[in-house]
């Protein structure tokens, strides 16, 4: 599931890294009542570029951790190495 929701967000953030405009116009016919009037200023077009390379790295960056992850994690082993405990009894 988590695999699925990072190629999304990876997916959606590579639309708007190549394409930004199509992005900022639907963007713009949702919030905006009257979306003719509304005119982008040339910094959101950047804006919506940089916001879309950001998604894909975080997206590939997860996918890359989900991918390298062991299957079967260690338990934490902080207090198995003979340390005594608040009433002297070991860890063992």
């Avoid at 062991?70 to 934490?76: I, L, Y």
């Avoid at 902080?78 to 009433?87: I, K, P």
Wanted: charged fraction near 25%.
């Amino acid at each position: 599931m988590r695999a699925a929701l990072l190629l999304v967000v990876g997916l959606v953030g590579l639309v708007q890294t190549l394409a930004p405009r199509p992005v900022v116009r639907a963007w713009t016919r949702v919030v905006y009542r009257d979306a003719g009037d509304a005119e982008p200023r040339e910094w959101a077009y950047v804006a919506a570029r940089a916001e879309g390379a950001v998604l894909t790295l975080v997206s590939l960056v997860g996918l890359f951790r989900l991918a390298t992850a062991e299957s079967d994690p260690e338990p934490d082993t902080a207090l198995d190495d003979g340390a005594t405990g608040t009433d002297g009894r070991t860890g063992e």
